[in-house]
């Protein structure tokens, strides 16, 4: 199947500071990538979804500003969590699907973050 | 998006099949019908979808009533690794802005 990855795998930061997390699909091209968060013993929540070349669209609840998304390439997207806090600390997990059609999404491993 | 009901958890001994039942009564015609599972601290896995035919591939088989309302995703062989949460999902032909909306799942147990 597709391969997703993400970097870094896991990442331990300070209150107030911003931290980015890359995903890159790497044998296909992404039309469409997709933003998670997972707290512990819960089911994963959608943040956004990004389209390559266009301002991504955010879940109801999510606040844009802190949840930078780029998209810039059909390989590469970004989550830049601008600072973050403690209550910040999850884990991302990121989703890429080729395109239109009854096609599947593929996820990353996910990116542990932990705020200090 | 259809909703699904999955029972909340289930155990299975290393060795035998894991059948693990979803139900999806209000599935709509176009819908087709995907399992992901999630092993501890890892990203969702891909297992397999289908809309109206049984499906089978490498990693399971996919049963799907004639009526559509239920299908089972079967493990024929289960072995411990195969313990993690299971997702049933129901989704349309995929559109631009199609995401996937994750429930609850299934928590399975490998017994050894």
């Known amino acids: 199947g597709a391969v997703v990855s993400q970097h870094p795998s896991w990442v331990i930061c300070k209150s107030g500071t911003s931290v980015k997390i890359e995903c890159r699909s790497l044998d296909f091209q992404a039309t469409t990538m997709f933003w998670y968060r997972q707290f512990p013993k819960q089911s994963l929540m959608l943040m956004a979804t990004?389209?390559?070349?266009?301002?991504?669209?955010?879940e109801q609840g999510v606040e844009k500003d802190k949840f930078l998304i780029n998209h810039a390439s059909l390989t590469l997207s970004t989550l830049t969590v601008t600072s973050a806090h403690p209550e910040d600390s999850s884990f991302y997990i990121c989703?890429?699907?080729?395109?239109?059609?009854?096609?599947?999404?593929?996820f990353g491993p996910g990116t542990r973050l932990t705020v200090l | 998006d259809a909703k699904t009901t999955q029972p909340t958890s289930m155990d299975c001994a290393e060795g035998r099949a894991a059948n693990l039942p979803c139900n999806h009564s209000t599935i709509s015609g176009n819908e087709y019908v995907y399992w992901y599972r999630q092993i501890h601290s890892q990203g969702p896995q891909y297992i397999i979808h289908?809309?109206?035919n049984n499906e089978t591939n490498e990693m399971a088989s996919l049963i799907i009533t004639e009526d559509r309302k239920s299908s089972t995703l079967i493990l024929p062989h289960a072995t411990l690794r195969d313990t993690a949460v299971y997702y049933c999902?129901?989704?349309?032909?995929?559109?631009?802005?199609?995401?996937?909306?994750f429930g609850k799942g299934t928590r399975l147990h490998i017994l050894p």
């Open positions: 990004s389209n390559e070349g266009s301002k991504a669209t955010y």
């Open positions: 989703s890429a699907r080729r395109g239109a059609g009854a096609d599947t999404q593929y």
């Open positions: 999902i129901v989704r349309p032909p995929w559109n631009r802005d199609d995401k996937i909306i």
């Open positions: 289908g809309l109206k």
